[in-house]
Antibody
Framework: EVQLVESGGGLVQPGGSLRLSCAAS????????MNWVRQAPGKGLEWVSYISSSSSTIYYADSVKGRFTISRDNAKNSLYLQMNSLRAEDTAVYYCARDQKGYYHFDIWGQGTMVTVSS | QSALTQPASVSGSPGQSITISCTGTSSDVGGYNYVSWYQQHPGKAPKLMIYDVSNRPSGVSNRFSGSKSGNTASLTISGLQAEDEADYYCSSYTSTSTRVFGGGTKLTVL
């Protein structure tokens, strides 16, 4: 079964850091580009970041640029999001999402992990 | 990276058809045929319903269809069913190689 499972969410103080992980299974992880998408409580979806299959190409939303770092370990079938200088407005469910190969849409989503930034 | 514009809510009765619009710019919706639509039920992860403007993934009902004219894409759901009640989001590839979502539309089946 094709599956993405996020972990690492939790409560963190403003200005703090957190590292999210996404474990992939059921498909050849090394062949797919990956993304992080977030959703603030009661709000819509917001694309956060993209990483190509080889990590050679990376993009960020302006709202997280300079604070968040996306990475992947193809040997471990894992995607990561290092989040620094966290703000209250970063509070959201964070989803990892796979790009369908050769396309620009998200065909597989994880169940999400909640990040709460609060003092 | 401004969000695409969707109506906040739409409604329809069972069996009817509804259309949800998604308006962007020539730098996203209007510039590429890379518009996708996602369905999200409360507490669940989004599900891909339409990709590349009008293509349906395997397993998605043919009651769902997509189209585009200029800077506006549309999702049409025909033969509304109770289980279609959900939030719907459009998304587009952009000229800066990023992605952008719409604000979301809550569909109520009356």
């Amino acid at each position: 079964e094709v599956q993405l499972v996020e972990s690492g969410g939790g409560l963190v103080q403003p200005g703090g850091s957190l590292r999210l992980s996404c474990a992939a299974s059921g498909f050849t992880f090394t062949s797919y580009s990956m993304n992080w998408v977030r959703q603030a409580p009661g709000k819509g979806l917001e694309w956060v970041s993209y990483i190509s299959s080889s990590s050679s190409t990376i993009y960020y939303a302006d709202s997280v640029k300079g604070r968040f770092t996306i990475s992947r370990d193809n040997a471990k079938n894992s995607l990561y999001l290092q989040m620094n200088s966290l703000r209250a407005e970063d509070t959201a469910v964070y989803y990892c999402a796979r790009d369908q190969k050769g396309y620009y849409h998200f065909d597989i989503w994880g169940q999400g992990t909640m990040v709460t930034v609060s003092s | 990276q401004s969000a695409l514009t969707q109506p906040a809510s739409v409604s329809g009765s069972p069996g009817q058809s509804i259309t949800i619009s998604c308006t962007g710019t020539s730098s996203d919706v209007g510039g590429y045929n890379y518009v996708s639509w996602y369905q999200q039920h409360p507490g669940k992860a989004p599900k891909l319903m339409i990709y590349d403007v009008s293509n349906r993934p395997s397993g998605v009902s043919n009651r769902f269809s997509g189209s585009k004219s200029g800077n506006t894409a549309s999702l049409t759901i025909s033969g509304l069913q109770a289980e279609d009640e959900a939030d719907y989001y459009c998304s587009s590839y952009t000229s800066t190689s990023t992605r952008v979502f719409g604000g979301g539309t809550k569909l109520t089946v009356l």
